[in-house]
């Protein structure tokens, strides 16, 4: 298209644009207040958008300037690396084709961060960075997996949310730091722990920097900054999402899911981007069709279910580290559990809970995946403007560029560094990813479903609780719990962050077999609508954007 013509197209856009706002937004919002960004859902941003209330354009208005108010000044949260500078006009043309032809999806005009190890073509004008320098201006091949379906869906890039480096698979790092994106924090106390790798999806979710957002997991990823900040998380089955442009750490336990304010939300999501994708090998192999894991929301789907608690080593503080605290508020929800109609079979332990805590197979197998794995992300780049090739240009690129990648108190590459030092898929590896298979699902998951009788296993989620998910690939759907008491003795998480502290949330995890993803979201949502959890306490004040929709409709 000449330069002409593509201003005209942009200039029929805007008074297109023009025409739908003033067409739209009088009858609607007489009636219907706007939704607060703070926890607006899924379903009231398409109501509003389809009503004519208010635009995807504006909603992008609104949410670029919530980001604007936290992220870099105020709180300093930096949950963000970068928002989408394609996004107005994006959001311009899916306005105009809501107006022609209605809406593609629930998501159609609705704003999505993903996590910065998710690929997004370089031309609309985003990095793929994983938080690393190494990895600026470099230019993917295509967009992930992921993207591509929530843009067929009509879904907006709204920018790249801040992670822990490489997924926190670079050393001994604290969580939510990124070379590029700096130390992520908390919304719920200032410079608290937001936990990792997806700290800024969670942040962001937590306070409505966007409508949703997606994030990864390895082990641990997505649960525990659902977990730490008020959020609904949904780890999936390897192989239920696509990896495919995904900056990978272990084919054998990477995913990809949703992080947002509600299992309705997350469901919506993941019935979105879940789906069979000829790019990751693993998709293939999931049941069809994809559920509408909408249809799982129902407030009696735990009557006459069978809810088993693992306590052996899961919930033994000594062996877990969690705070005395976060057994107690667990007690309380297995009470509410039962009053929601569920029997809880207690103990319902994994027979391999104890070697699943000595083991160290899952080190060896994701040391050997990542570097095979990386090398392979290296050299699948049109292009990488730093010259890093391999994951050992990556550990000197790192030591060579101190100011960018090794600030003070964030130095470490020692898990880059035993990568390295692997040598491909020897007889150790493949006995490893057997024994990681045995311990997480034949003797762990699968085998306590199958003693028990069970629907599905719950824990609290921090501690160990998601290391028998990840080495087995199974799902975890994580929900909010409670919060520590104002009484809570305040801990060191890093050089600049604290963990515990004062009303920093608790998540709650429910945990099953491969593709039991429809019944871990029906549990998950009875137990949600029952407790509210996230609505009983909000982000610290300063933390709290304050820009709404008002602000920017007709601006």
Same mark, same amino acid.
């Given at each position: 298209?000449?330069?002409?013509?593509?201003?005209? +197209?942009?200039? %029929?856009?805007?008074?297109?644009?023009?025409?739908?706002?003033?067409?739209?937004?009088?009858?609607?919002?007489?009636?219907?207040?706007?939704?607060?960004?703070?926890?607006?859902?899924?379903?009231?941003?398409?109501?509003?958008? *389809?009503?004519?209330?208010?635009?995807?354009?504006?909603?992008?208005?609104? &949410?670029?300037?919530?980001?604007?108010?936290?992220?870099?000044?105020?709180?300093?949260?930096?949950?963000?690396?970068?928002?989408?500078?394609?996004?107005?006009?994006?959001?311009?043309?899916?306005?105009?084709?809501?107006?022609?032809?209605?809406?593609?999806?629930?998501?159609?005009?609705?704003?999505? /961060?993903?996590?910065?190890?998710?690929?997004?073509?370089? +031309?609309?004008?985003?990095? *793929?960075?994983?938080?690393?320098?190494?990895?600026?201006?470099?230019?993917?091949?295509?967009?992930?997996? @992921?993207?591509?379906? =929530?843009?067929?869906?009509?879904?907006?890039?709204?920018? !790249?949310?801040? =992670?822990?480096?490489?997924?926190?698979?670079?050393?001994?790092?604290?969580?939510?730091?990124?070379?590029?994106?700096?130390?992520?924090?908390?919304?719920?106390?200032?410079?608290?722990?937001?936990?990792?790798?997806?700290?800024?999806?969670?942040?962001?979710?937590?306070?409505?920097?966007?409508?949703?957002?997606?994030?990864?997991?390895?082990?641990?990823?997505?649960?525990?900054?659902?977990?730490?900040?008020?959020?609904?998380?949904?780890?999936?089955?390897?192989?239920?999402?696509?990896?495919?442009?995904?900056?990978?750490?272990?084919?054998?336990?990477?995913? @990809?899911?949703?992080?947002?304010?509600?299992?309705?939300d997350a469901a919506i999501v993941l019935s979105i981007i879940a789906g069979p994708d000829p790019n990751d090998n693993f998709t293939m192999a999931q049941p069809m069709p994809v559920p509408d894991y909408t249809m799982a929301l129902s407030n009696t789907s735990l009557v006459g279910k069978r809810i088993g608690v693992p306590r052996a080593v899961f919930l033994n503080d000594s062996m877990t580290g969690n705070d005395?605290?976060?057994?107690?508020?667990?007690?309380?929800?297995?009470?509410?559990?039962?009053?929601?109609?569920?029997?809880? @079979?207690?103990?319902?332990?994994?027979?391999?809970?104890?070697?699943? #805590?000595?083991?160290?197979?899952?080190?060896?197998?994701?040391?050997?995946?990542?570097?095979?794995?990386?090398?392979?992300?290296?050299?699948?780049?049109?292009?990488?403007?730093?010259?890093?090739?391999?994951?050992?240009?990556?550990?000197?690129?790192?030591?060579?560029?101190?100011? /960018?990648?090794?600030?003070?108190?964030?130095?470490?590459?020692?898990? =880059? $560094?035993?990568?390295?030092?692997?040598?491909?898929?020897?007889?150790?590896?493949?006995?490893?990813?057997?024994?990681?298979?045995?311990?997480?699902?034949?003797?762990?998951?699968?085998?306590?479903?199958?003693?028990?009788? =069970?629907?599905?296993?719950?824990?609290?989620?921090?501690? &160990?609780?998601?290391?028998?998910?990840?080495?087995?690939?199974?799902?975890?759907?994580?929900?909010?719990?409670?919060?520590?008491?104002?009484? $809570?003795?305040?801990?060191?998480?890093?050089?600049?962050?604290? #963990?515990?502290?004062?009303?920093?949330?608790?998540?709650?995890?429910?945990?099953?077999?491969? %593709?039991?993803?429809?019944?871990?979201?029906?549990?998950?949502?009875? #137990?949600?609508?029952?407790?509210?959890?996230?609505?009983?306490?909000?982000?610290?004040?300063?933390?709290?954007?304050?820009?709404?929709?008002?602000?920017?409709?007709? !601006?």
């Open positions: 298209m000449g330069t002409n013509l593509l201003t005209l +197209f942009w200039a %029929w856009l805007a008074l297109s644009h023009s025409l739908y706002v003033s067409r739209g937004v009088v009858s609607a919002s007489i009636t219907t207040p706007l939704p607060d960004l703070y926890e607006a859902s899924v379903i009231e941003l398409q109501a509003g958008l *389809t009503s004519g209330q208010f635009t995807s354009v504006d909603l992008i208005k609104a &949410y670029f300037a919530r980001i604007e108010e936290v992220n870099l000044q105020g709180p300093m949260l930096r949950a963000v690396i970068e928002t989408n500078p394609s996004a107005l006009q994006e959001a311009a043309a899916l306005d105009c084709e809501r107006l022609t032809y209605g809406p593609r999806s629930a998501l159609h005009g609705i704003p999505v /961060l993903v996590k910065d190890n998710i690929a997004t073509v370089a +031309f609309e004008g985003m990095n *793929t960075t994983a938080g690393s320098y190494s990895l600026l201006k470099s230019v993917v091949p295509n967009d992930a997996g @992921v993207v591509k379906r =929530l843009r067929k869906a009509g879904a907006i890039i709204l920018g !790249k949310a801040n =992670l822990s480096e490489w997924a926190h698979f670079r050393g001994n790092i604290a969580s939510g730091w990124s070379g590029r994106g700096g130390q992520c924090t908390n919304a719920y106390y200032p410079n608290a722990d937001p936990c990792g790798s997806s700290a800024g999806s969670g942040v962001s979710a937590s306070i409505g920097l966007a409508a949703v957002t997606l994030g990864t997991e390895t082990d641990g990823s997505i649960t525990c900054p659902a977990n730490q900040n008020n959020v609904v998380g949904i780890k999936t089955t390897v192989g239920l999402t696509s990896r495919a442009g995904v900056i990978p750490i272990s084919e054998h336990q990477d995913t @990809v899911g949703p992080l947002a304010r509600s299992v309705t005395p605290y976060v057994n107690q508020v667990f007690e309380q929800a297995l009470e509410t559990l039962k009053i929601l109609g569920a029997t809880i @079979v207690d103990p319902a332990d994994l027979p391999s809970a104890y070697e699943i #805590y000595e083991s160290n197979n899952e080190t060896v197998v994701l040391d050997v995946d990542f570097k095979v794995q990386l090398n392979a992300w290296f050299n699948s780049l049109i292009a990488n403007p730093s010259g890093v090739a391999s994951l050992e240009d990556l550990i000197m690129f790192d030591s060579n560029n101190p100011m /960018l990648e090794e600030p003070a108190g964030y130095t470490d590459q020692s898990i =880059l $560094i035993e990568s390295q030092a692997t040598a491909g898929f020897n007889a150790s590896y493949y006995q490893s990813l057997a024994f990681d298979m045995e311990l997480g699902a034949t003797r762990g998951i699968d085998a306590a479903l199958k003693m028990y009788a =069970l629907d599905a296993l719950v824990l609290p989620a921090p501690g &160990y609780t998601t290391v028998p998910a990840a080495i087995a690939g199974y799902p975890i759907v994580t929900v909010p719990l409670g919060f520590y008491p104002e009484n $809570i003795t305040i801990g060191s998480a890093g050089p600049e962050t604290v #963990y515990p502290a004062p009303g920093v949330p608790i998540g709650l995890s429910f945990l099953g077999t491969a %593709w039991s993803e429809y019944s871990l979201v029906s549990f998950a949502y009875a #137990y949600e609508q029952k407790t509210q959890t996230r609505l009983q306490r909000k982000a610290y004040a300063a933390a709290i954007p304050t820009t709404q929709l008002a602000d920017v409709i007709g !601006k």
